[in-house]
């Protein structure tokens, strides 16, 4: 499903991503953990191509995204985003749109579909999420986890074949959290293919079938979840999670 190769990315001279290689197959759970500055969310953003890569490939199934750091052309490239959907950490909803218009925007906007059908369609998916009542709403009307539900709805809207999740419980508190994480399992459930950095790790064991650790912008340890989380090791990965534990 994505492909990434001998991936390199520096900001200033400073490399943040070292030689980085890592594939997601079809209907699996990839779990990135790791210290904040480890590289986490810039291997995130270069998957979804918000930052370039300076070397290596990347490609979504047969689409090719880089070619040792060559990127392709507009058109490949917007076949490439078609291919996923990304949740961030502070929602990135519209806040002068209602929730509905948020989800049903980009498929009439952007893939042109009749405007009945992607309103049924962003309807299901917010009753999906538990958002039922809330279409008319704009986003400040909305607690944190629903703002979160409603962004990760409005990702699904344009029926991608993997989701990317950056950190999306850490603006919320516990019982938010939970809310959420909830949605994420029911996704995974329904084996929807998934990248998801995230600093809970009892919720990584749990949902992930891999489980990556991140630190110096390089893969210190990747492996089973139960594995890496439960009996790591690397004594990098070991004093990370102790100090989680801690």
Same mark, same amino acid.
């Given at each position: 499903?994505?492909?990434?190769?001998?991936?390199?990315?520096?900001?200033?001279?400073?490399?943040?991503? $070292?030689?980085?290689?890592?594939?997601?197959? #079809?209907?699996?759970?990839?779990?990135?953990?790791?210290?904040?500055?480890?590289?986490?969310?810039?291997?995130? @953003?270069?998957?979804?191509?918000?930052? @370039?890569?300076?070397?290596?490939?990347?490609?979504?199934?047969?689409?090719?995204?880089?070619? #040792?750091?060559?990127?392709?052309?507009?058109?490949?490239?917007?076949?490439? $985003?078609?291919?996923?959907?990304?949740?961030?950490?502070?929602?990135?909803?519209?806040?002068?749109?209602?929730?509905?218009?948020?989800?049903?925007?980009?498929?009439?906007?952007?893939?042109?579909?009749?405007? !009945?059908?992607?309103?049924?369609?962003? $309807?299901?998916?917010?009753?999906?999420?538990?958002?039922?009542?809330?279409?008319?709403?704009?986003?400040?009307?909305?607690?944190?986890? =629903?703002?979160?539900?409603?962004?990760?709805?409005?990702?699904?809207?344009?029926?991608?074949?993997?989701?990317?999740?950056?950190?999306?419980?850490?603006?919320?508190?516990?019982?938010?959290?939970?809310?959420?994480?909830?949605?994420?399992?029911?996704?995974? !459930?329904?084996?929807?293919?998934?990248?998801?950095?995230?600093?809970?790790?009892?919720?990584?064991?749990?949902?992930?079938?891999?489980?990556?650790?991140?630190?110096?912008?390089?893969?210190?340890?990747?492996?089973?979840?139960?594995?890496?989380?439960?009996?790591? @090791?690397?004594?990098?990965?070991?004093?990370?999670?102790? =100090?989680?534990?801690?």
């Amino acid at each position: 499903m994505v492909t990434l190769d001998r991936a390199q990315k520096s900001f200033g001279g400073v490399p943040v991503l $070292r030689d980085i290689s890592l594939s997601v197959a #079809s209907g699996e759970v990839v779990a990135i953990i790791g210290p904040s500055g480890g590289g986490k969310s810039t291997l995130l @953003r270069c998957l979804t191509l918000l930052e @370039r890569l300076d070397a290596g490939d990347l490609s979504y199934g047969e689409v090719e995204v880089s070619r #040792s750091g060559s990127y392709a052309d507009k058109a490949t490239l917007a076949r490439a $985003r078609e291919r996923f959907g990304l949740v961030f950490q502070n929602y990135n909803l519209f806040p002068h749109f209602s929730v509905l218009r948020n989800v049903m925007d980009a498929p009439v906007c952007v893939q042109k579909r009749g405007r !009945a059908q992607a309103e049924a369609d962003a $309807r299901a998916l917010l009753d999906k999420m538990g958002l039922s009542g809330c279409e008319e709403k704009v986003p400040c009307q909305l607690s944190g986890g =629903q703002q979160q539900r409603a962004s990760i709805a409005r990702a699904l809207a344009m029926n991608p074949q993997v989701m990317f999740f950056d950190e999306p419980t850490s603006a919320l508190d516990p019982e938010l959290t939970a809310e959420v994480l909830r949605v994420i399992k029911n996704l995974a !459930a329904e084996d929807m293919t998934m990248v998801i950095v995230t600093h809970e790790m009892s919720f990584a064991r749990e949902v992930a079938d891999r489980v990556v650790f991140m630190d110096g912008g390089v893969i210190v340890e990747e492996g089973l979840a139960t594995q890496v989380i439960e009996h790591p @090791r690397e004594a990098r990965t070991q004093a990370f999670l102790a =100090q989680r534990e801690g």
